[in-house]
């Protein structure tokens, strides 16, 4: 009996993400004010021969970036910004025909706790699972408990934690199945583990 997951995740843009942009064209010509200004404001690297230019944008807290010549830009996915973006400079007669890419360059989750490489990853995209992200870190130790796997994510300056079941199908259904930057996966140590703790030989100094 398959489960269909329905994939309705994207990424929201949040302050202090860092956005790659790419606007390419037809003619590159067309992307030197763009240029100017962007080495003027920054030190943006422009690859004239593509006819591309590419540069970082800190997301204010406000939401907004500023592009050159177009002003404060608002996009609350990377979908919304790219459509926004594209018809700016086609309305505003910048570029007629422009290919606009936006992508996080900051994106970062932190896996800890019974699992084999725990630390901090880099994504690539900027969509990952839960699963990947266990695969990333080498999965669980043989002391990790599946049924115990927290999302720790920080929304708006709140914290939440949602403990998972790695081995149901609710999890497809969870909010955090789909992770979002800065999250962080802890493993809890099955019961072998935690028994194993607490059965130790205690010095007469508390310590081991």
Same mark, same amino acid.
């Given at each position: 009996?398959?489960?269909?997951?329905?994939?309705?995740?994207?990424?929201?843009?949040?302050?202090?993400?860092?956005?790659?942009?790419?606007?390419?064209?037809?003619?590159?010509?067309?992307?030197?004010?763009?240029?100017?200004?962007?080495?003027?404001?920054?030190?943006?690297?422009?690859?004239?021969?593509?006819?591309?230019?590419?540069?970082?944008?800190?997301?204010?807290?406000?939401?907004?970036?500023?592009?050159?010549?177009?002003?404060?830009?608002?996009?609350?996915?990377?979908?919304?910004?790219?459509?926004?973006?594209?018809?700016?400079?086609?309305?505003?007669?910048?570029?007629?025909? *422009?290919?606009?890419?936006?992508?996080?360059?900051?994106?970062?989750?932190?896996?800890?706790?019974?699992?084999?490489?725990?630390?901090?990853?880099?994504?690539?995209?900027?969509?990952?699972?839960?699963?990947?992200?266990?695969?990333?870190?080498?999965?669980?130790?043989?002391?990790?408990?599946?049924?115990?796997?927290?999302?720790?994510?920080?929304?708006?300056?709140?914290?939440?934690?949602?403990?998972?079941?790695?081995?149901?199908?609710?999890?497809?259904?969870?909010?955090?199945?789909?992770?979002?930057?800065?999250?962080?996966?802890?493993?809890? *140590?099955?019961?072998?583990?935690?028994?194993?703790?607490?059965?130790?030989?205690?010095?007469?100094?508390?310590?081991?």
């Amino acid at each position: 009996d398959k489960m269909a997951v329905v994939d309705t995740f994207e990424m929201k843009n949040v302050k202090n993400d860092i956005l790659d942009i790419a606007v390419s064209c037809a003619d590159p010509e067309l992307l030197q004010p763009f240029t100017l200004l962007s080495w003027n404001t920054g030190g943006n690297n422009y690859n004239g021969g593509s006819g591309s230019n590419t540069r970082g944008y800190l997301v204010e807290i406000d939401g907004t970036i500023n592009f050159p010549l177009l002003g404060k830009i608002k996009g609350l996915t990377r979908r919304e910004l790219t459509q926004l973006l594209q018809d700016k400079l086609i309305k505003g007669d910048y570029i007629k025909d *422009p290919i606009v890419t936006v992508r996080f360059q900051n994106f970062r989750i932190l896996v800890l706790g019974e699992v084999v490489r725990p630390g901090s990853y880099n994504i690539s995209s900027e969509r990952v699972t839960l699963f990947e992200a266990l695969s990333l870190a080498g999965d669980l130790t043989i002391y990790g408990s599946r049924n115990r796997v927290a999302v720790i994510r920080e929304t708006d300056g709140e914290r939440t934690i949602l403990y998972h079941d790695l081995r149901s199908r609710d999890i497809f259904n969870s909010p955090d199945f789909f992770l979002q930057q800065n999250d962080m996966i802890y493993v809890e *140590p099955n019961r072998i583990k935690a028994e194993a703790r607490t059965s130790l030989p205690i010095s007469e100094h508390g310590y081991l």
